[in-house]
C-alpha cells in the first residue's frame, strides 16, 4: 500500500491502541500494519517489495516522503515504525537525543554531481564560483562539503542553492543552477534528456558509498526486538531481490510507476545503485568519520552513541 505523506499525516492522529503501546505482547502471526517511510528516491523503491516478503498477519503500508529529514521526523514522532532515508537525517537525529537507531543498511552510491551539457567543467574544482544545488540534511550535503574541501574550496567559493532531489533535474535544464550533487534517477534523466552530463560519481571521498540506512525507533528496539527483528529481516530479504538481474524490470517497473522515470533512464541509474544491507566494521568506521565531518561543518554539536545508535544485531548472521 502506498500513502503520500499530505494525506497520510492527515490520518497520524488515528494511531491504533495496539500500536501505541510499544511494549503489549503480540501473537507471531497475529494481524498487523507496519507503516515504513521511504524517500523519493530510485533506491528506495525497494520499500514497495516488502510485501513479497512479509511475515505471515503482517501488512505494509509504504509512505513517501519529499526528504530525509521529513522520513526522519515522521519515524521520530510515531507516524512510521521504519523508515529509509540518509545517514546525515539520522545522525543528525541521534546526536539531538531524539529515539533513532539505524538497524540496516538501505543501499550505496546512487549518488552524482551533474553539471549542464555543454558546461566545460571537468573536475569539481572547476566548479569554483558556481551555483551548486543541494538537499539540506541529505548525505549528499556532506558528501559536498568534502568535495569542496578537497578542491580547497569554502562556501565563499560558490553559490551553494538548496533544493529537493525531485526539484533538481529541471533546475539545471532551465540554467537555475550550474550543478548540482543529486541522487538518482535525477541524474540519468538529465544525461540523457541531453541537458546534463556526469562530472563525478563522488566515492572518492573518505565517506565511500555510503547513503541510505533503514532506522527504527530506540523504544523499539529496546521493548519489541522480536518485531524489529523481523521487519529488518523482510527488509533484507527485499533488498537481496532487488539487486538480482532477474528482478530489474518488475523494479524499475514500479519505480517508473511511482517517481514516473523512463526506462531508459533508469538502466543507467540502476548501474549506479547497489543494494548493500550488511553493516561491517567498514561501514562503521565511515559513519563514525561521517559524524565527525558533521561537527566540523557545525551542523551537529556532538555525534551520537553509535554503541545504541548504530545496531547490527537484527541483522542476518
Given amino acids: ?70 522520513g526522519k521526523d515522521a519515524l521520530v514522532s510515531g507516524s512510521v515504525d521504519f523508515g529509509i532515508f540518509g545517514l546525515a537525517a539520522a545522525t543528525l537525529g541521534a546526536s539531538q537525543g531524539q529515539p533513532v537507531t539505524v538497524v540496516a543498511a538501505a543501499g550505496g552510491k546512487a549518488m552524482a554531481v551533474v553539471v549542464d551539457a555543454a558546461s566545460p567543467a571537468k573536475t569539481f574544482a572547476d566548479l569554483k564560483g558556481k551555483k551548486i544545488a543541494y538537499q539540506p540534511g541529505s548525505t549528499q550535503e556532506v558528501v559536498l562539503r568534502e568535495l569542496m574541501k578537497m578542491s580547497s574550496m569554502t562556501s565563499s567559493d560558490v553559490q551553494l542553492v538548496r533544493l529537493g532531489f525531485g526539484d533538481m533535474a529541471n533546475a539545471l535544464a532551465r540554467g537555475d543552477v550550474d550543478a548540482y550533487v543529486g541522487s538518482e534517477p535525477g541524474p540519468s534523466i538529465n544525461v540523457l534528456a541531453g541537458k546534463g552530463k556526469i562530472l563525478l560519481y563522488p566515492y572518492n571521498t573518505p565517506v565511500g558509498q555510503i547513503n541510505v540506512t533503514f532506522a527504527t525507533r530506540s523504544d523499539l528496539v529496546a521493548k519489541q526486538p522480536d518485531y524489529v527483528r523481523s521487519v529488518v529481516k523482510t527488509h533484507c530479504q527485499a533488498m537481496a531481490w532487488a539487486g538480482k538481474p532477474s528482478s530489474l ?52 554539536t556532538q555525534v551520537p552513541d553509535y554503541s545504541t545508535f548504530i545496531n547490527t544485531s537484527f541483522l542476518p548472521k
Fill in 249 to 300: 524490470t518488475e523494479f524499475e517497473a514500479e519505480t517508473t510507476k511511482l517517481l514516473g522515470a523512463p526506462k531508459p533512464a533508469l538502466d543507467m541509474a540502476m548501474k549506479n545503485i547497489t543494494f548493500d544491507y550488511m553493516i561491517d566494521a567498514d561501514y562503521l568506521a565511515k559513519a563514525k568519520y561521517y559524524g565527525n565531518q558533521m561537527i566540523a561543518l557545525k551542523e551537529i
Fill in 1 to 70: 500500500m502506498i500513502t503520500n505523506r499530505r494525506s497520510f499525516l492527515s490520518a497520524a492522529a488515528s494511531v491504533t491502541a495496539l500500536g501505541a503501546v510499544p511494549g503489549l505482547a503480540r501473537a507471531a502471526d497475529a494481524p498487523r500494519t507496519i507503516k515504513v517511510g521511504m524517500l523519493k528516491t530510485a533506491n528506495s523503491v525497494v520499500a514497495q517489495f516488502y510485501q513479497k516478503f512479509a511475515a505471515p498477519g503482517a501488512t505494509y503500508q509504504v509512505i513517501v516522503f519529499d526528504t530525509p529529514p521529513d
